[in-house]
């Protein structure tokens, strides 16, 4: 069984550009997570999709970070315009069931934005 | 305001030894905790969890001691190998309440010392 994939594994952009990053679940998995660390910082949640729906985005830090999931399949998360303080590593987790139940991370997009 | 602390960044330990790795949590309304193990450039993969109807949890070399009146787990590994070089993150949430977020704290770095 093939896990969390993330793409792209780094990217280095300049403040005031976009980046996508992507992230495909583990096949069958409803409930996709977008989670960011900062160096040294907690594993910071960001938002929760049930398949296509987006069931809670209250860590979104703002209006610049627009995260999606056509068809309930694979996820978006852009940033646009990027701000330096928008480094870190961005994480996508997937889970059978909602809630605190064990997840299964991919390895996560390195975003320096210089 | 951290609800989720692990407060030693970093420890090292010699090979062979036991490996205690302390969290403390503020919300008394968590009911499961999980521990994830994460290597560099990959993303953090479950190791153990425990409920809050216990007090221990065992899996192998692995673990987790739940005091619920102090707010604190702990995750030992004994004997410590090395392999299990690696940070570790504290988490936590309400599994009851099936919408809830999984708290992550900001990780200790494990050193197996030869």
């Known amino acids: 069984e093939a896990g969390v994939t993330q793409f792209p594994s780094h990217s280095v952009i300049e403040k005031g550009q976009t980046v996508t990053l992507r992230c495909d679940p583990i096949?069958?998995?409803?409930?996709l997570y977008w989670y960011r660390r900062v160096m040294g910082k907690e594993i910071k949640f960001l938002l929760h999709f049930v398949k296509e729906s987006k069931q809670d985005e209250s860590g979104m830090p703002n209006n610049r970070f627009l995260a999606e999931r056509t068809g309930g399949t694979y996820s978006t998360l852009k940033v646009q315009p990027a701000e330096l303080e928008d480094s870190g590593v961005y994480f996508c987790?997937?889970?059978?069931?909602?809630?605190?139940?064990?997840?299964?991370f991919g390895p996560g997009t390195r975003l320096t934005v210089t | 305001d951290q609800q989720v602390k692990q407060n030693s960044p970093s420890l090292s330990v010699q090979e062979g030894r036991i490996s205690i790795l302390n969290c403390d949590y503020t919300n008394s309304m968590f009911d499961y905790f999980l521990w994830y193990k994460k290597y560099p450039a990959e993303g953090p993969t479950f190791l153990i969890s425990i409920s809050s109807i216990k007090d221990k949890n065992e899996d192998g070399r692995f673990t987790v001691f739940l005091n619920k009146s102090a707010k604190h787990l702990s995750l030992h590994i004994v004997p410590s190998q090395p392999g299990d070089s690696a940070v570790y993150f504290c988490?936590?949430?309400?599994?009851?309440?099936?919408?809830?977020?999984?708290?992550f704290g900001k990780g200790t770095r494990l050193h197996i010392l030869p």
């Open positions: 987790a997937s889970s059978q069931l909602p809630g605190v139940y064990e997840q299964y």
């Open positions: 096949s069958g998995h409803d409930n």
């Open positions: 988490a936590a949430g309400r599994r009851k309440n099936r919408d809830d977020k999984i708290i």
